[in-house]
């Protein structure tokens, strides 16, 4: 089973710029959909972006639509989530998650294989 640590969070200041990095533990990385997660104090976790085994599909939730971008390098087994034009309602925990699939889609981490510890990200205003 695969492992996850994010890395990468912090502190930004609102309309600035973070990237949030995910490490995977196996070489087979590149056999898994990949998502990013966010979970702000007494909210619920929510989608924030996916991306399919190669990269050649992406989701983002509406929220996250140009102004995210989720990325993934299989050879390294890592994926990102950039974040520009950062929001004070961005503040969240975020986390990454893994599903051992060629399918893809946000629905497909209600089974997720891993998910990583979470990093935090705050954004002030």
């Known amino acids: 089973q695969v492992h996850l640590v994010e890395f990468g969070g912090g502190l930004a200041q609102a309309g600035g710029s973070l990237t949030v990095s995910c490490a995977a533990s196996e070489d087979t990385f590149s056999a898994y959909a990949v998502g990013w997660f966010r979970q702000a104090p007494g909210k619920e976790r929510e989608f924030v972006a996916a991306?399919?085994?190669?990269?050649?599909?992406?989701y983002y939730t509406d929220s996250a639509k140009g102004r995210f971008t989720i990325s993934r390098d299989n050879a390294k087994s890592m994926a990102y989530l950039q974040m520009n034009s950062l929001k004070p309602e961005d503040t969240a925990v975020y986390f990454c998650?893994?599903?051992?699939?060629?399918?893809?889609?946000?629905?497909?981490?209600?089974?997720?294989?891993?998910w990583g510890q979470g990093t935090q990200v705050t954004v002030s205003s």
């Open positions: 991306i399919s085994w190669k990269g050649g599909f992406l």
């Open positions: 998650a893994a599903r051992r699939t060629y399918s893809s889609g946000p629905y497909l981490f209600n089974e997720a294989d891993s």
